[in-house]
């Protein structure tokens, strides 16, 4: 049973930084792409970033390249994203989710229970 908790989220001003954690357990954490999504009230859920084994193999939506960044730690079965720069807009509940890349299709069949981040102006 795979199981995904994230943590780090909290309360801060525009311009700071915070760091999510996403520990995972029950599964073989290399055979995973993970990804970060967030969901703001009254709105979709929309990806973030999703990260393969290394840490060069990475993707960001545009709404905030340059600002975050995503990666993992093997060894810990932990995936992070570092955010910089937080805007009001970045305020969502951040989900970490996991996709075995051996499983066609791809998708993100495993997810956390979220966090909060709230960005205030």
């Known amino acids: 049973q795979v199981q995904l908790v994230e943590s780090g989220g909290g309360l801060v001003q525009a311009g700071d930084s915070l760091k999510l954690s996403c520990a995972a357990s029950?599964?073989?954490?290399?055979?995973?792409?993970m990804g970060w999504f967030r969901q703001a009230p009254g709105k979709e859920r929309e990806f973030v970033a999703t990260?393969?084994?290394?840490?060069?193999?990475?993707d960001y939506a545009d709404s905030v390249k340059g600002r975050f960044t995503i990666s993992r730690d093997n060894a810990k079965n932990t995936v992070y994203l570092q955010m910089n720069s937080l805007k009001p807009e970045d305020t969502a509940v951040y989900y970490c989710?996991?996709?075995?890349?051996?499983?066609?299709?791809?998708?993100?069949?495993?997810w956390g229970q979220g966090t909060q981040v709230t960005v205030n102006v």
């Open positions: 990260i393969r084994l290394g840490n060069t193999n990475t």
């Open positions: 989710a996991a996709s075995n890349m051996f499983v066609r299709p791809a998708k993100y069949r495993s």
């Open positions: 029950g599964l073989t954490f290399s055979n995973y792409a």
